[in-house]
């Protein structure tokens, strides 16, 4: 039984696992292999990026943990059970905000208090808390379209904060914003995890920004997406984008990308790819990949 265990043994069972996970899609052209046999672990307060070409499965991946989606083979497990569906245990961050424009910074962070029953005094309380850690208390009343993109990401931040999740799901939360509104939240998102200790699990397809967050980062390989090679990034904290040392680890990830990114591009740009243009080809969602390697 598990009251039984040793405390290690309890300590040892990751937060979050995926064994041989594989999803398909049902097409026009036929069923397609999205991802296969995805293994991997996740253990309780690490932070963990993905990055993979366009098209690998990272989001699938994402949305297989949210449990937006079920797996066609293989296990996921939180906690050691199997996940049914979605759960306020997980929440997913995504690029493109979803935020409700008729609410204020404050009722869009108590929303998901609301749907939880969770009394007006406490939800106010609780807002604010997580809006100073974002630091946007003197936007509370403010409209989602008087923000700017960071200012925004900040408040879908304290919205998934605010219900406690015990694994946040992040997929390339920053990547419409400018460099310099994301080197400050690369800062605060390291802050708020040193004080949450959540578990987070981070999709992006900037490397740099894969290195400068992650305690590990994996590689994933074009489709059907799998972990092709796993980096620890066995570095002090808090770190910036700029160390030279982390930009040693973001060469190595990216050196091994580039093989995969190479192969999306010479399946998907096979007439370019004859005709000459023996380079390395970014498609437009790559650009990000090793900006200032
Ligand atoms: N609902 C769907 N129906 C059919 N195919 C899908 C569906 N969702 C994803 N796919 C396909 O599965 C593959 C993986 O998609 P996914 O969105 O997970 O990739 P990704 O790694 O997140 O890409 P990007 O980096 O561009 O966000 C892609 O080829 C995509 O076209
Ligand atoms: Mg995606």
């Known amino acids: 039984m598990m009251t039984d265990m040793p405390a290690q043994a309890l300590l040892a069972v990751p937060k979050l696992s995926l064994r ?6 049902h097409t026009k052209t036929g069923k397609f292999n999205a991802v296969q046999d995805i293994t991997l672990e996740v253990y309780e307060g690490e932070f963990l990026c993905i990055v993979g070409p366009s098209g690998c499965g990272k989001s699938t991946v994402l949305n ?4 937006l989606e079920k797996p066609d083979g293989g296990e996921a497990l939180v906690n050691g059970k199997g ?17 409700f424009p008729w609410l204020t910074v404050r009722k869009n962070v108590e929303f998901g208090l609301r749907m939880a029953g969770i009394g007006k005094k406490e939800r106010e309380e609780r807002a604010m808390h997580f809006l100073k850690m974002v630091h946007l208390t003197r936007f509370s009343h403010s409209y989602v379209h008087e923000l700017s993109g960071g200012m925004k990401q900040r408040v879908a931040l304290a919205r998934a904060l605010a219900i406690d999740p015990e694994i946040l799901l992040m997929d390339e939360p ?11 939240l690369h800062e605060e998102l390291q802050e708020i995890w040193a004080a949450t200790r959540k578990t987070i699990i981070f999709v992006t397809h900037n490397v740099r920004e894969a290195a400068c ?17 796993e980096f620890e990034i066995d570095y002090a904290r808090p770190r910036h984008l700029e160390d030279p040392n982390l930009i ?4 190595n990830i990216l050196a091994e990308l ?29 650009h990000d990949l090793g900006s200032g390697i």
């Open 20 to 25: 041989n996970v594989a999803k398909n899609f």
């Open 64 to 67: 297989i943990i949210a449990g």
């Open 83 to 99: 996940i049914q569906g979605p759960g306020t245990d997980r929440v997913v961050i995504f690029q493109e905000l979803a935020l």
């Open 174 to 184: 920053f990547a419409a914003l400018d460099a310099q509104t994301r080197d400050i």
């Open 213 to 229: 967050l992650g305690d590990r980062v994996l590689v994933f390989s074009t489709h059907p997406g799998r972990v092709k090679r």
């Open 248 to 251: 040693v680890f973001a060469k």
């Open 258 to 286: 580039k093989a995969e990114v190479e192969k999306v591009a010479q399946e998907e740009l096979d007439y370019d790819w004859r005709t000459g243009k023996k380079k390395f080809v970014l498609r437009p969602g790559d």
